[in-house]
């Protein structure tokens, strides 16, 4: 398996060994559906790595090993240098470290905006009321979302939700934040304000692993993007190399196919 792989070189605050994320050939199944077959993937410090691929590559399923929600079959997964899949690992203290966001926005509609976004902060990170109240409403405002902080989920629209389900994400300061298909499930005219809100956590140095089908945003936005197919990492790169010169056939076949928007 690849040891070594592009665009990788630790930075600060990472471990020497594998940065905030490593993958060390991860593998998935399902029955007799082998879905992951051996990933090697590794993810410096404020590094945006961007998965894309066919319907069924397997994105998801990489996104959900990560967050223990899938248990990993073989191989390793090290989060600033910590084994996460070890058998005796607390899983909720390991979730606690990643911010995650998924296609739906699951937040509690019969919860106000600034207590679902300050839920977790203050029962799993016992983080005083007021502090994370204010981190919310701080972040909230940063966000544009400042007067919706005591409204209720329902009164939002599709991408107001999802930018607060990124808020809730962030309010703890993750090691590493985890966006699966978080535009998917949106109007499309509702994407280009989530999209916003995650180039501004790129340049303030978040480190993000995004799984999408927005290829101009993965394009514009990625330090290195990732092309998964039928369960393997089949090339990554830049993304001038992999959407102007990408070198396996596959990739090619699917860029061809795919619509930019
Ligand atoms: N919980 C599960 N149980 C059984 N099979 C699963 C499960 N989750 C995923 N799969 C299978 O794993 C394969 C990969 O699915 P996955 O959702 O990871 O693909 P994807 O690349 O994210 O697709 P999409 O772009 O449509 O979201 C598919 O064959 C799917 O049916």
Wanted: hydrophobic letters at 40%.
């Amino acid at each position: 398996m690849s040891a070594v792989e592009p665009g990788n070189v630790p930075t600060s605050g990472s471990t020497a060994t594998g940065g905030v994320l490593e993958l060390q050939d991860v593998h998935k199944l399902f029955g007799d559906n082998h879905v992951l077959k051996g990933i090697d993937l590794r993810i410096a410090k404020h590094e945006v790595v961007v998965v894309i691929g066919a319907s069924g590559s397997g994105k998801s399923t990489l996104m959900r090993t990560i967050n223990l929600i899938e248990r990993v079959d073989d191989g390793r997964i090290l989060l600033s240098g910590d084994d996460i899949t070890e058998p005796r690992i607390n899983v909720d203290r390991v979730r606690s470290r990643i911010g995650v966001v998924f296609q739906h926005f699951n937040l509690f509609p019969h919860m106000k905006v600034i207590d679902n976004v300050t839920l977790a902060a203050r029962k799993v990170h016992k983080m005083p009321a007021a502090e994370a109240r204010a981190k919310g409403v701080d972040l909230l405002t940063r966000f544009g979302l400042g007067d919706k902080v005591d409204e209720y989920p329902d009164r939002l629209s599709g991408g107001q939700q999802q930018r607060v389900a990124i808020v809730r994400a962030i309010l703890t300061d993750p090691e590493l934040l985890l966006l699966d298909e978080i535009t998917s499930a949106l109007d499309p005219m509702l994407v280009g304000e989530v999209l916003d809100l995650v180039r501004s956590l790129k340049e303030q140095g978040s480190t993000i692993l995004m799984a999408t089908h927005e290829m101009s945003f993965a394009r514009s936005v990625a330090d290195r993007v990732v092309f998964m197919h039928q369960g393997r990492i089949l090339e990554q790169g830049s993304p001038e190399q992999l959407f102007g010169a990408p070198r396996e056939d596959a990739t090619k076949e699917f860029l061809a196919r795919v619509t930019y928007r």
